[in-house]
């Protein structure tokens, strides 16, 4: 079923279906941890309802903001919320293939890239490989290393990759980014409170980027019970 939701921000409104895939968490999260430099371009790979794109117009001085989605129905709809948030000048989504980034975008045509890719292997508890929850959350149409192969062609130089993915994984991540050439510069992890253990990992990679990572302090989600922690009611607005 279709509805409206109010993302708190800047007036925006998303339209999302919960039959399909409503954004979560590790979104809000990750549009956090995007750094974007005044009037540059960024590319979301697999931009889903848009919810990315969408925060980060307010969030940052981006001169444009490109959402690339597969499903032809999420691809509708995110272009829809943007219409609807009057915001067509600045975000653009392009219903395509993440696998085909470099060839319809061209090399070295974003500054920063992000993503909220699938989590999990595929058949890792799959029942319908062929809906939309699943394509979201397991890596059917699109493996990491293809996210991490297109984020190269399309960057510039120096460029910067933003995503959020499972702390369990973590180790697969950094052998994929760096046999990529995209070195892992920050890293911070989020607990869903101070006394359990991560249930998400941020993390930028730079294109040909040196030796050195920054492991930044944790970002804890809640300090009880349905109470937000003080970082996420000032910073997010919760």
């Known amino acids: 079923m279709e509805r409206l939701d109010d993302l708190q921000l800047s007036g925006l ?3 999302q279906d919960t039959e399909r895939f409503c954004f979560g ?20 790979m697999g931009t889903g309802t848009g919810i990315l794109p969408l925060l980060l117009s307010a969030k940052t001085e981006a001169s444009e903001l490109v959402g690339l989605e597969i499903q032809e129905e999420s691809a509708a709809m995110a272009s829809r919320s943007v219409e609807l948030n009057g915001l067509s000048e600045k975000i653009r989504i392009v219903r395509g293939d993440i696998k085909e980034a470099g ?12 993503s909220n890719p699938p989590y999990m292997a595929a058949g890792q508890g799959l029942t319908n490989p062929d809906g939309p929850l699943a394509i979201a959350r397991h890596e059917i149409l699109c493996c990491f290393e293809d996210i991490v192969r297109q984020s190269f062609i399309v960057l510039r130089q120096g460029g910067s990759l933003f995503l959020v993915h499972k702390p369990e994984r973590l180790s ?4 994929t980014l760096s046999a990529g050439r995209m070195e892992p510069k920050r890293l911070r992890m989020v607990h869903p409170f101070a006394d359990r253990e991560p249930s998400m990992v941020l993390i930028e990679a730079v294109k040909d980027g040196k030796k050195g990572m920054k492991v930044e302090k944790p970002l804890i989600l809640y300090e009880a019970k349905d109470i937000y922690s003080e970082e996420m009611r000032r910073d997010y607005g919760f």
């Open 13 to 15: 409104k998303i339209l």
């Open 25 to 44: 968490m590790d979104a809000v999260v990750l549009s956090g941890f995007v750094k974007v430099k005044k009037g540059a371009r960024l590319l979301d």
């Open 103 to 114: 060839k319809l975008f061209g090399p070295a045509s974003f500054s920063v890239v992000c």
């Open 172 to 175: 697969e991540l950094f052998c």
